[in-house]
């Protein structure tokens, strides 16, 4: 993709890890916590100040579902005073009018209360997923890099995103269904027995044969519904990744390629949805054959037992008809209830486990601060490996005096942005130590030591919204003046004013910035920070050389006066460098100016001539 064509970066984590490189992982349908009641009383303790409206919402849920199941009893009431007009006697039209009130009453009681339970829950759900989020949100600002390094950003998105909707949705949902359903299986068992002990028994015989047909049927479509949510998240990630590298695919002709891929995994998702579905499908259909089959048995248990003196009206068999619908949906619903906790239990293990990682030391008791800055900068016999089996940095010193502009050089892989991590207390070191103006970092803040610096990174970001949001970033009390002076040292005011609404101009995917325009807002944003020192780390790696000399000449704008450290690979960029530290797997093994070093006749010097053979030669 050509640099003209590059987008503005938004706000947007990278895609996690996988085959495809595919989106936030899935909490799959039916998937299992390995620990469900850890998990379960975890999310019991966060709900705590949630409990008292729990507990409003069940006697809600209770209220109504008792409301629900004396209903039919009044039915068969109203249906026996209308049936007394079969005997040729009159109807007491007193008695259907109060059964018929009873009757309204008690329904609109139910869905009043059913309502307020739900409206309840909505609270309660949205309160929890925002407490949660807001200490994700937390956790993430407290969590030390390496926990990044090992984790795909997919996958800590997912938890912020789909595992608490998960929670959420399982609370306001399943959980009124869970309690309507138990209190209304009880209720309408008692009801039934209460009522006519002989159709209850045919009841208690028949729906369950139905119950166990759907979870067998339950049971084996699971698997199809975990195969279609992965086959689904594999197709969206490689139709992502084959839109995203849309010219690579082009150039290489690798159309057919891709779209012989996308037939196979859409072939697979097909098959796994079809199954699904078709075994889904068949859940109602089981459930109404018994259903219809309660039905029957009711009709024909009911009428001998009139014929025979049993039952003294016919009310009674109405409302058997009334609980065998009654009875059915609690069975239906607590099989689908249960699978939506348990859903709901993994992804509050998976978010509680975020919420338990370890994190960075607390570091309220380290008040040394700087009063003023000079600049000096001093590594000790530095050590580091990002496995601390693994050592990289072994054993680093280096002396910088304030204001000098010092040059990091190497090899891929030689510690340069190591030791820009560690300067910057991304990560801690193994042994040694630095310190900025005779104070070891490690007894100040993280936040003190890292406001002490400006940075301007090889991977320009920007997120949606202006240009002038885009650099004054997270600077407060900035003016506008302020901002355009800014961009006029970074020679980018002058593409900003040409932009439609200049700093005023909204960024997003619609605007083309190139990758060296979008590098000179990013150190436009550095001078707006106005921090004491500068990090530049290959800021000119992926511009031409127009582009490359107006970023050099914004970057030696930006380091003027400054203590400054840049990384380079094109090395006639720090040709002007007062001190060159040149490194080599992790150790410094060459340091200077830029002609010393050359006089030496070293490692540098070979590097130097290297790459400009190289450049002379694509000439």
């Given at each position: 993709m050509s640099e003209q064509n590059k987008t503005v970066q938004q706000k947007r984590p990278p895609a996690g890890r996988g085959p495809f490189g595919g989106g936030p992982g899935y909490q799959g349908a039916g998937e299992k916590p390995k620990n469900f009641r850890k998990s379960v009383g975890s999310l019991v303790k966060t709900m705590r100040p949630y409990l008292p409206w729990v507990l409003i919402a069940v006697l809600f849920t209770a209220g109504g579902t008792v409301?629900?199941?004396?209903?039919?009893?009044?039915?068969?009431?109203?249906?026996?005073?209308?049936?007394?007009?079969?005997?040729?006697?009159?109807?007491?039209?007193?008695?259907?009018?109060?059964?018929?009130?009873?009757?309204?009453?008690?329904?609109?009681?139910?869905?009043?209360?059913?309502?307020?339970?739900?409206?309840?829950?909505?609270?309660?759900?949205?309160?929890?997923s925002k407490d949660l989020r807001t200490r994700i949100s937390k956790k993430i600002n407290r969590l030390p890099l390496k926990y990044f390094d090992g984790h795909a950003t997919g996958d800590t998105l997912s938890r912020v995103t789909n595992d608490v909707d998960t929670i959420g949705q399982a609370l306001n949902q399943s959980f009124s269904t869970l309690i309507m359903s138990v209190i209304m299986l009880i209720g309408v068992l008692i009801a039934m027995f209460v009522t006519c002990w002989q159709l209850a028994l045919v009841i208690v015989v028949t729906v369950p044969v139905g119950f166990a047909l759907m979870m067998a049927v339950i049971k084996i479509s699971q698997k199809y519904f975990k195969a279609q949510q992965r086959e689904l998240g594999e197709l969206n990630g490689q139709i992502e990744e084959t839109y995203s590298g849309h010219n690579v695919v082009k150039a290489f002709n690798a159309a057919g390629a891709a779209e012989k891929d996308f037939d196979a995994i859409n072939g697979k998702l097909f098959n796994s949805a079809l199954n699904a579905q078709f075994l889904s499908g068949l859940m109602m259909p089981i459930m109404g054959f018994i259903g219809n089959f309660g039905y029957v048995a009711v009709c024909a248990v009911g009428a001998t037992?009139?014929?025979?003196?049993?039952?003294?009206?016919?009310?009674?068999?109405?409302?058997?008809?009334?609980?065998?619908?009654?009875?059915?949906?609690?069975?239906?619903?607590?099989?689908?209830?249960?699978?939506?906790?348990?859903?709901?239990?993994?992804?509050?293990?998976?978010?509680?486990?975020?919420?338990?990682?370890?994190?960075?030391?607390?570091?309220?008791?380290?008040?040394?601060?700087?009063?003023?800055?000079?600049?000096?900068?001093?590594?000790?016999?530095?050590?580091?490996g990002y496995n601390p089996d693994k050592i990289i940095i072994k054993d680093f010193s280096a002396s910088v005096e304030p204001g000098q502009k010092v040059a990091i050089v190497g090899p891929t892989g030689a510690g340069k942005t190591t030791i820009v991590n560690l300067l910057m207390r991304f990560y801690e070191l193994n042994g040694g130590e630095i310190l900025i103006d005779g104070v070891p970092i490690g007894q100040m803040r993280r936040e003190d030591?890292?406001?002490?610096?400006?940075?301007?990174l090889q991977d320009t970001w920007l997120f949606e919204g202006s240009v002038k949001e885009n650099i004054v970033y997270a600077k407060e009390g900035v003016t506008d003046g302020e901002?355009?002076?800014?961009?006029?040292a970074a020679n980018i005011d002058h593409f900003i004013r040409t932009l439609p609404k200049g700093y005023d101009m909204h960024l997003d995917d619609d605007v083309n910035i190139s990758g060296g325009q979008r590098q000179l807002m990013t150190i436009a944003r550095a001078m707006v920070?106005?921090?004491?020192?500068?990090?530049?780390?290959?800021?000119?790696?992926?511009?031409?050389?127009?582009?490359?000399?107006?970023?050099?000449?914004?970057?030696?704008?930006?380091?003027?006066?400054?203590?400054?450290?840049?990384?380079?690979?094109?090395?006639?960029?720090?040709k002007n460098a007062d001190l060159i530290l040149v490194m080599k797997d992790g150790d410094v093994i060459e340091s200077g100016s830029h002609n010393r070093l050359i006089e030496q006749n070293g490692f540098y010097a070979e590097l130097y001539n290297s790459q400009f053979n190289l450049e002379a030669a694509a000439v």
């Amino acid at each position: 993709m050509s640099e003209q064509n590059k987008t503005v970066q938004q706000k947007r984590p990278p895609a996690g890890r996988g085959p495809f490189g595919g989106g936030p992982g899935y909490q799959g349908a039916g998937e299992k916590p390995k620990n469900f009641r850890k998990s379960v009383g975890s999310l019991v303790k966060t709900m705590r100040p949630y409990l008292p409206w729990v507990l409003i919402a069940v006697l809600f849920t209770a209220g109504g579902t008792v409301a629900a199941i004396l209903a039919p009893t009044y039915l068969g009431k109203l249906t026996d005073q209308i049936a007394v007009s079969l005997f040729g006697l009159p109807i007491d039209m007193t008695e259907v009018a109060k059964f018929g009130v009873i009757l309204a009453i008690f329904y609109a009681c139910s869905m009043l209360l059913n309502y307020t339970q739900s409206f309840i829950m909505a609270g309660v759900n949205q309160g929890l997923s925002k407490d949660l989020r807001t200490r994700i949100s937390k956790k993430i600002n407290r969590l030390p890099l390496k926990y990044f390094d090992g984790h795909a950003t997919g996958d800590t998105l997912s938890r912020v995103t789909n595992d608490v909707d998960t929670i959420g949705q399982a609370l306001n949902q399943s959980f009124s269904t869970l309690i309507m359903s138990v209190i209304m299986l009880i209720g309408v068992l008692i009801a039934m027995f209460v009522t006519c002990w002989q159709l209850a028994l045919v009841i208690v015989v028949t729906v369950p044969v139905g119950f166990a047909l759907m979870m067998a049927v339950i049971k084996i479509s699971q698997k199809y519904f975990k195969a279609q949510q992965r086959e689904l998240g594999e197709l969206n990630g490689q139709i992502e990744e084959t839109y995203s590298g849309h010219n690579v695919v082009k150039a290489f002709n690798a159309a057919g390629a891709a779209e012989k891929d996308f037939d196979a995994i859409n072939g697979k998702l097909f098959n796994s949805a079809l199954n699904a579905q078709f075994l889904s499908g068949l859940m109602m259909p089981i459930m109404g054959f018994i259903g219809n089959f309660g039905y029957v048995a009711v009709c024909a248990v009911g009428a001998t037992l009139f014929v025979n003196g049993t039952l003294t009206g016919l009310g009674v068999i109405t409302s058997f008809f009334i609980y065998v619908r009654l009875f059915q949906n609690p069975l239906a619903n607590l099989a689908q209830a249960f699978n939506a906790l348990q859903s709901a239990a993994a992804a509050a293990e998976r978010v509680f486990d975020f919420l338990g990682e370890e994190e960075q030391s607390d570091e309220s008791q380290k008040p040394r601060t700087l009063a003023r800055v000079e600049g000096r900068v001093e590594f000790k016999h530095a050590r580091f490996g990002y496995n601390p089996d693994k050592i990289i940095i072994k054993d680093f010193s280096a002396s910088v005096e304030p204001g000098q502009k010092v040059a990091i050089v190497g090899p891929t892989g030689a510690g340069k942005t190591t030791i820009v991590n560690l300067l910057m207390r991304f990560y801690e070191l193994n042994g040694g130590e630095i310190l900025i103006d005779g104070v070891p970092i490690g007894q100040m803040r993280r936040e003190d030591v890292r406001g002490l610096f400006g940075m301007v990174l090889q991977d320009t970001w920007l997120f949606e919204g202006s240009v002038k949001e885009n650099i004054v970033y997270a600077k407060e009390g900035v003016t506008d003046g302020e901002v355009v002076e800014a961009c006029k040292a970074a020679n980018i005011d002058h593409f900003i004013r040409t932009l439609p609404k200049g700093y005023d101009m909204h960024l997003d995917d619609d605007v083309n910035i190139s990758g060296g325009q979008r590098q000179l807002m990013t150190i436009a944003r550095a001078m707006v920070q106005n921090s004491p020192m500068l990090i530049l780390d290959e800021a000119t790696s992926n511009v031409d050389t127009r582009t490359e000399q107006l970023i050099q000449d914004a970057m030696d704008k930006a380091t003027a006066g400054r203590t400054s450290f840049v990384i380079a690979h094109r090395l006639s960029t720090i040709k002007n460098a007062d001190l060159i530290l040149v490194m080599k797997d992790g150790d410094v093994i060459e340091s200077g100016s830029h002609n010393r070093l050359i006089e030496q006749n070293g490692f540098y010097a070979e590097l130097y001539n290297s790459q400009f053979n190289l450049e002379a030669a694509a000439v």
